[in-house]
Nanobody, 115 residues
Framework: QVQLVESGGGLVQPGGSLRLSCAAS????????MGWYRRSPGKQRELVAV???????NYADSVKGRFTISRDNAKNTVYLQMNSLKAEDTAVYYC?????????WGQGTQVTVSS
């Protein structure tokens, strides 16, 4: 079984920065994709950014140029550096790992952007 443990959420002012981390443990297939989704109040969960084990990232248009995803394969950990945060970035952020034969989700971490 695979477990994903997220950390780094919190309250930040508009224009500020936060860094999310997600550590995966368990039986992890080496060829996988890790990333982040988010769910804002009243909205469906949406992709924020994903990255392959080879280091190729993909971002939602809404976060391009502000967020950076990275990973440490030796630690099975994915990071999300969030800069220039906006109120509309407020959401619960979920770590995701796509592997074979299934995918896994973290429990979510709250990010609140407010003055």
């Amino acid at each position: 079984q695979v477990q994903l443990v997220e950390s780094g959420g919190g309250l930040v002012q508009p224009g500020g920065s936060l860094r999310l981390s997600c550590a995966a443990s368990g039986s992890i297939f080496s060829n996988n994709v890790m990333g982040w989704y988010r769910r804002s109040p009243g909205k469906q969960r949406e992709l924020v950014a994903v990255i392959t084990n080879g280091g190729n990232p993909n971002y939602a248009d809404s976060v391009k140029g502000r967020f950076t995803i990275s990973r440490d394969n030796a630690k099975n950990t994915v990071y999300l550096q969030m800069n220039s945060l906006k109120a509309e970035d407020t959401a619960v952020y979920y770590c995701w790992l796509g592997s074979i034969p299934t995918s896994y989700w973290g429990q979510g971490t709250q990010v609140t952007v407010s003055s």
